[in-house]
């Protein structure tokens, strides 16, 4: 094993100019990650100058057998933690051989409207809480807990600490800190309310970044799991009955918010979310209707509401927003297996260009 680390951790840098590029997109499913490697003539960190690659897209659920190749296009590129050096990381979306967006690429939409006149303008800005549930490979029950059977009730697990509280912080501190060397935007974690569950934060970040920042740090998080053993969980509901469910707060601002003032154009964004509460319950996660039950800091999913501090709303303003009279709002109706790219541009369609 000692001589296989040794060939791991080999610099490469120390022998030749040539890198390597893994690069990565969104499988059939929506929510399963997709990676191969590829050798490139030296370091490059504008993807637009990073060759197009392909893959059979008949093996993702994406393209049939008889016209399976789909192409990748670079959009983002991080350093990659994993192998170091001047290896990286490079963010796709995926298109057909005509040049079209494959039905699964949802960040071309987003693109386009986070490309609006009037949204860069507003330079929106994203806070995304991305809740998940670290599991046991063998049985698929939540890391910490014993097989077949349940934990103590919640109440001390909550940024909890010690051997009988917290369960996988070596995977969730070695992700933080492989987020940072990769140069993404990770502002924090802690341990959630349920045992086996952890969220990490990723922003402020303006616009279309903030889906491959979170698309990636996913990458980042499975690929550590997959070392540890480990299986990585995005259900809102991993475990049904009294335990809380795994959302994804995105918490949101336009440069009029943040202004003198900006209060009042947080309420009418806010009643602009409340005038298409269906369209963006459909968008935002399978499976979310087992979370938001009016239950475990959640609002019902039929019925959209907002208030200040409170965390059985729809919508939260916190207490500093209030008191300063400009800042941002916390949408909490977002799913743990929500698309980033689909979330983010729909909030901004929502408050800046949708006239009701």
Known sequence: MSLLNDLIDLNLSENTEKIIAEYIWIGGSGMDMRSKARTLPGPESDPSKLPRWNYDGSSTEQATGDNSEVILYPQAVYRDPFRRGKSILVMCDAYTPTGDPIPTNKRFN????????EVVAEEPWFGIEQEYTLLQKDVKWPLGWPVGGYPGPQGPYYCGVGADKAFGRDIVDAHYKACLYAGIDISGINAEVMPGQWEF???????????????MARYILERITEIAGAVLSFDPKPVSGDWNSAGAHTNFSTKSMRNDDGIQVIKKAIEKLSKRHKEHIAAYGKGNERRLTGLHET?????????????????????DTEKAGKGYFEDRRPSSNMDPYTVTSMIAETTILWEP
């Not at 402020?204 to 920042?213: K, M, R």
């Not at 609002?299 to 919508?315: L, Q």
């Open 299 to 319: 609002a019902d999913i039929n019925t959209f509401s907002w208030g200040v501090a409170n965390r059985g709303a729809s919508v939260r303003v916190g207490r």
């Open 110 to 117: 987003a693109a386009k409207i986070f490309s609006q006149p």
């Open 201 to 215: 934060q990723i922003g402020p970040i303006c616009g279309i970044s903030t889906g491959d920042q979170v698309w």
